[in-house]
């Protein structure tokens, strides 16, 4: 089965100029929704994964009971504290009319197992009502919120376990195998689909890229999360663009995977989250542009 392998030509597509003159907001505005009492680290990686790649802005809704440690770990975050333990739909709603305008959304980072309601309120508001592409993680994902936005050009990032507890499928043992169910189920759901392992399978139930790098230093929690901050950026950045939202996933799998490869090889298989966050600057960098 044909696929594009992932590659630095596609990041030269992807990845947005700056203009000269440009003023805060301008360069991506990310909100994400995410955490939990016992998940608190999730949020700040997303978030800081985010800021890495060049989004200007940040809204973070976060559980209270964590909303200190987060300001304290991140200052550049704007952090709002959801009135309840978990995302409620009167934590959604306070929440929603609290957010100002941003071009993306990312949501589910850290959530842990909970009712969907409060994400289904947020996901309908924002993607439906203020056209914002989303990026869906950990519980998140799910058939009700496939739903909600089928069509509108969202990323859902699972991994093999979760695409099994999704689509009650394995997703296969070999990339043949990966390729043809992943195709199949984000043409059947209208979706791009990030199928995380050592060969990352990204489809749009047209387009299939393959990340073929491959890293086994790259274990740690936390990757998936900061995955889903590179891919809520990219989403934020190329807003308003014709670049395709397979182009943006394909794009952020593989800016993930070269961040990765240079922290194994500066601390070999004794990397964390953060540390792959740091490299992304160091990654991006070559493709910095202005018009």
Avoid at 113 to 126: F, M, N, P, W, Y
Avoid at 243 to 254: C, D, F, G, K, L
Avoid at 259 to 272: D, E, F, V
Wanted: hydrophobic share 40%; proline share 4%.
């Amino acid at each position: 089965m044909s696929f594009v392998e992932t590659s630095d030509e596609l990041l030269r597509e992807v990845i947005q100029p700056r203009k000269v003159d440009s003023h805060k907001g301008d360069n991506g505005v990310v909100a994400i929704v995410g955490g939990s009492r016992i998940f608190h680290g999730a949020p700040y990686f997303a978030s800081s994964a985010a800021f890495r790649v060049g989004a200007d802005l940040v809204y973070l809704g976060a559980p209270k009971s964590i909303v200190s440690p987060l300001r304290a770990m991140a200052p550049e975050l704007i952090v709002f504290p959801l009135v309840d333990e978990k995302l409620t739909r009167g934590a959604a709603t306070a929440f929603l009319k609290w957010l100002p305008e941003v071009d993306s959304l990312v949501i589910g980072p850290g959530f842990g197992r909970q009712s969907i309601d409060g994400a289904k309120k947020i996901v309908s508001e924002l993607c439906l009502e203020r056209k914002v592409k989303v990026s869906l993680d950990a519980e998140v994902q799910n058939i009700q919120i496939y739903e909600i936005v089928r069509g509108k050009g969202c990323v859902t990032t699972p991994h093999p376990g979760e695409f099994k507890r999704i689509f009650k499928r394995d997703a296969g043992e070999t990339l043949e195998d990966k390729i043809k169910n992943v195709k199949e189920k984000a043409s059947e759901f209208g979706i791009t689909i990030v199928l995380k392992s050592n060969e990352t399978v990204i489809s749009d139930g047209e387009s299939v890229y393959v990340t073929k790098i491959s890293n086994a230093a790259m274990t740690c929690g936390g990757i998936g999360d900061t995955l889903s901050g590179i891919v809520g950026a990219l989403l934020a950045q190329c807003a308003g663009t014709q670049v395709r939202t397979v182009e943006i996933a394909a794009a952020a799998s593989h800016i993930t995977e070269l961040a990765g490869l240079r922290a194994a090889q500066l601390k070999g298989y004794h990397i964390i989250a953060t540390d792959i966050t740091n490299e992304i600057s160091t990654v991006l960098k070559p493709f910095d542009r202005t018009q």
